[in-house]
């Protein structure tokens, strides 16, 4: 399963890609982050996203996107924006046919380091050593972009399938056509 | 000047098309509501949003769109899929190369009402009569569309300047190339 986890934002947007299975350590494909320049507006912004989201798209094809779940918090205005580009995502990976799962921060960390509360700090530690590489994806929405990839690959197939099943259902049915038989 | 109010939601979203100049009685164009089933997941109900903002701007071709500003409020999930909403129509307006402004709830009651703090049927009354309608267009997200378009043509040229200028300048450059003079 290739699973592309985002971590919404105006600002920086996190991307992370991995290949996995359920019960075992998966592999880091792509990690990286979009930025859209704070001087444009918001709507703007929203269509460099949404051109980031379909180049990651494009080039990994995963089987699945997981977004993370943005929260009404302290800061009013920057969560709208977080929200709206989280909803960019969403968009583009339900135009592609995906199924989109959203994960909170905290089922996010307790994932990855065993702790809901962990840090940012314990985050990239841990998504370091879980792919085995030198040193934590930078900046840290890539590192979280990537937990969010490998959280989804780890919470198993019971969510994932569920997803899939909304997405099917809500796919278009390209079903051959078939005479229907006429009970006589 | 033509404008498409939005009123972003997922349940509804209401849309108004107003033509009009600042100062005179704009006249009602096209009015109504875009729906998506609660029992789809988010992101493709945003999907199914994304197409009705297509369907409404090319068949009425504004010069503008006008989106009602979303806040963080009580009901936190409400408020998430609204500001999602919100930023898909940003999304495509901006995609067509259009001006997009955002306008709060209390501006639009003030421009229309005369109180920023109107409740719905007050606006829906005055809605009507600005525009010499029997009766409010609704639903109530209907109405709140057309008085967003209608404040956002009586708010002035101020605000539609600097909305304008925002665009051209975030618009690809389609100048043609001059030859630069030489200071000799």
Chains 1, 2 share one sequence.
């Not at 890609?17 to 990690?31: H, Y």
């Not at 009404?72 to 929200?83: K, L, Y």
């Amino acid at each position: 399963m290739r699973v592309l986890g985002i971590d919404p934002g105006l600002t920086r947007c996190g991307f992370g890609v991995v290949d996995g299975v359920p019960g075992r350590a998966p592999t880091l494909v792509d990690v990286g982050v979009a930025r859209t320049p704070a001087d444009l507006d918001v709507a703007r912004r929203l269509v460099r996203l949404e051109v980031a989201v379909e180049e990651w798209l494009l080039r990994h094809r995963p089987d699945v996107v997981a977004v993370e779940r943005v929260f009404a918090q302290h800061n009013v205005t920057s969560v709208m924006g977080t929200a709206q580009a989280a909803g960019v995502a969403m968009l583009v990976a339900a135009r592609h046919g995906l199924p989109v799962v959203l994960h909170t921060p905290s089922e996010v960390k307790a994932a990855v380091t065993g702790s809901g509360r962990a840090d940012k700090a314990q985050v990239g530690a841990m998504v370091a050593r879980i792919l085995r590489l030198d040193a934590p994806p930078r900046p840290a929405d890539a590192a979280d972009a990537v937990a969010l990839a490998i959280a989804h690959v780890w919470r198993g197939p019971a969510v994932n399938r569920y997803a899939e099943a909304v997405a099917a259902h809500a796919r278009p049915a390209r079903l051959p056509r078939t005479t229907p038989r006429r009970v006589s």
